[in-house]
C-alpha cells in the first residue's frame, strides 16, 4: 500500500483496506421451491483469496451474491468481519465479469472517484484517491478517457480499481476476466495477484479455470453439483508466489483438481439425461472434449 493511498485514507476517514474474515455457516438458498444451495460452510481468513470452482450452474454466482448482499440467505449465517451480512455494504467489492458495469458517461477517473465521492470525500481527495488506485492498476495514463475508449482488459482494470478505491476489506469477483482473450487474460492474472498483495484485501473469486484458480488461490474450494450444492471439498495451494504452471506440486494439484471436479460436472450431465462415459473428459462447463 502506497504512502499517498494511506494519506488518502485520513483525508477521506474512509476504513482501512485490511483484508476482512468472511464466515459462511450452514447457509442455504432458495428460490420459491429450488434449493440452489445448501448447507454451506467456509471459513474465509482476513487477507486470504479463495477461489471457488464447481460445475456450470452449481451456485458459485449465487453464493457470491449472498455474500454481496445481493441475495438473502434462506438458512444459516453469513458474516463480513463479524457482523451479518444484510444487504449491499461499502465494505464488501464486486467486480463483475461484465464491464458494463462501468458508467459509460464518465470519464475513468470519474468512475473511480465516484465511490469516495460518495462517502463525501472532498473534490482533491476523490482526485487523489482515483490517481492513486488507476496507478496501482497501471492505468493512470487513461484517465480522463471514457470507458467505451478502452479494451476490455482496460475495463476490467477500471472495475478494479473502481472497487478498490471503495476500500473494501472484502472483493468478490464473479469470473471476471472469462470475457477476455488467453493473451489478456493471462496479464490481468498476473496483475490480479499483485493488486491483491498490495491492497491486502480479501478476494472470493469464482472461475470455472483450474489453472487460473491454481494461480491465484491461497485455498481452493470445489463445489458439488447442484441443486442443493453445498462444499465438496477445500485444497491449499502451497505453492510460492508468483506461480509457475510447470510446478510439478501445481500438475499434481490440477490433476487432483480435474478428478474431483470432474466427477460432478459428470453428476450434473447424468442429471440432465446426458450421459457422458466414463472415458470421455469434460470441462467445467459440462463440455465434451
Ligand atoms: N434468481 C433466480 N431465480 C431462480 N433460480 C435461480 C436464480 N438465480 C440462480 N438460480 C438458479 O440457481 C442455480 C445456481 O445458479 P448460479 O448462477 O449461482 O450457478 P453458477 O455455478 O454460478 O453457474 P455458472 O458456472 O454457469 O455461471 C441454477 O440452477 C440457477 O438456474
Known amino acids: 500500500m502506497t504512502k499517498a493511498i494511506e494519506t488518502d485514507r485520513r483525508e477521506t476517514g474512509s476504513a482501512p483496506g485490511r483484508g476482512a474474515a468472511v464466515s459462511v455457516d450452514g447457509v442455504g438458498i432458495r428460490f420459491g421451491s429450488f434449493q440452489a444451495v445448501s448447507n454451506i460452510s ?27 448482499g445481493f441475495e438473502a440467505v434462506s ?14 455494504h461499502p465494505g464488501l467489492g464486486m467486480v463483475f465479469q461484465s464491464s458494463e458495469a462501468l458508467f459509460d458517461w464518465m470519464t475513468v477517473r470519474q468512475n473511480v472517484a465516484f465511490g469516495p465521492r460518495m462517502r463525501g470525500a472532498t473534490r482533491a481527495a476523490q482526485t487523489k484517491l482515483a490517481d492513486e488506485y488507476l496507478g496501482l492498476v497501471g492505468l493512470r495514463h487513461c484517465a480522463d478517457r471514457f470507458p467505451g475508449q478502452l479494451s476490455g482488459g482496460m475495463r476490467q482494470r477500471v472495475q478494479i480499481a473502481r472497487v478498490l478505491a471503495n476500500e473494501p476489506g472484502v472483493v468478490l469477483m464473479d469470473e471476471p476476466f472469462g470475457a477476455l482473450d488467453a493473451q489478456t487474460r493471462q496479464v490481468m492474472q498476473e496483475e490480479t495477484d499483485r493488486i491483491w ?25 470445489v463445489m458439488t ?16 508466489r508468483p506461480r509457475d504452471e510447470a510446478d510439478p506440486a501445481a500438475a499434481e494439484l490440477r490433476r487432483a483438481l480435474r478428478a474431483d471436479i470432474g466427477e460432478e460436472v459428470r453428476k450434473a450431465l447424468r442429471d440432465q439425461g446426458l450421459d457422458p462415459g466414463l472415458d470421455q473428459d469434460v470441462d467445467l462447463k459440462g463440455n465434451l472434449r
Open 42 to 68: 467456509l471459513d474465509i481468513a482476513a487477507g486470504e483469496f479463495l477461489c471457488l470452482l464447481g460445475p456450470s450452474g452449481c451456485g458459485k454466482s449465487t453464493l457470491l451474491s449472498a455474500m454481496a
Open 75 to 88: 438458512e444459516g449465517d453469513l458474516r463480513v468481519g463479524g457482523t451479518p451480512i444484510t444487504g449491499p
Open 197 to 221: 498483495r498490495a491492497s491486502g484485501c480479501t478476494v472470493v473469486f469464482v472461475t470455472h479455470d483450474i489453472d487460473e484458480a491454481i494461480l491465484l488461490a491461497d485455498r481452493i474450494a
Open 225 to 240: 453439483a447442484g441443486p442443493a450444492a453445498s462444499v465438496k471439498s477445500v485444497y491449499p495451494v502451497d505453492l510460492p
